[in-house]
């Protein structure tokens, strides 16, 4: 109980050291059927100095999401499903979490690029992290 209280008070500072982090997409299919949902398996570091609460526990609430680019890189879809961590993520630390993606509704050749986000603050992307870009063939149902 000590440390959901000592993460509920942290000073939240949101300069560029917040927004590190190593994730690695584990099983993300390189072919996936038009506008269905997979259940696609990240594994996420925290590289930052901070710790990572649940989004009830306090600042920053970081969650893991992704963008559609078409295959020449131009952004076609942002609203990827965002996804809480699973519990408390402190500096150092890594969990496997399972990340929700749904196929863009059209066929064709896509990029899915994973991000994180704290809502109302930064896209982690806009701060200078890169996340894994992982080439998809979307096929008709």
């Given at each position: 109980l000590a440390e959901?209280?000592?993460?509920?008070?942290?000073?939240?500072d949101y300069g560029p050291a917040l927004f590190r982090a190593r994730l690695v997409c584990v099983d993300c299919p390189q072919r996936m059927e038009a506008g269905r949902w997979y259940k696609v398996d990240v594994d996420l570091r925290n590289e930052s100095p901070v710790a990572w609460p649940l989004p009830e526990m306090g600042a920053p609430d970081v969650r893991v999401t992704y963008q559609w680019l078409r295959h020449?890189?131009?952004?076609?879809?942002?609203?990827?499903?965002?996804?809480?961590?699973?519990?408390?993520?402190?500096?150092?630390?890594?969990?496997?979490?399972?990340a929700p993606v749904r196929a863009p509704k059209g066929p064709g050749d896509y990029i899915l690029q994973w991000d994180m986000v704290i809502p109302q603050v930064a896209w982690f992307s806009g701060q200078g992290?890169?996340?894994?870009?992982?080439?998809?063939?979307?096929?008709?149902?």
């Open positions: 959901i209280d000592l993460a509920a008070v942290q000073e939240c020449d890189g131009e952004l076609f879809d942002y609203k990827g499903r965002r996804t809480v961590l699973p519990h408390m993520l402190r500096p150092g630390e890594k969990t496997m979490l399972p992290w890169r996340g894994p870009e992982i080439p998809v063939s979307v096929v008709g149902a």
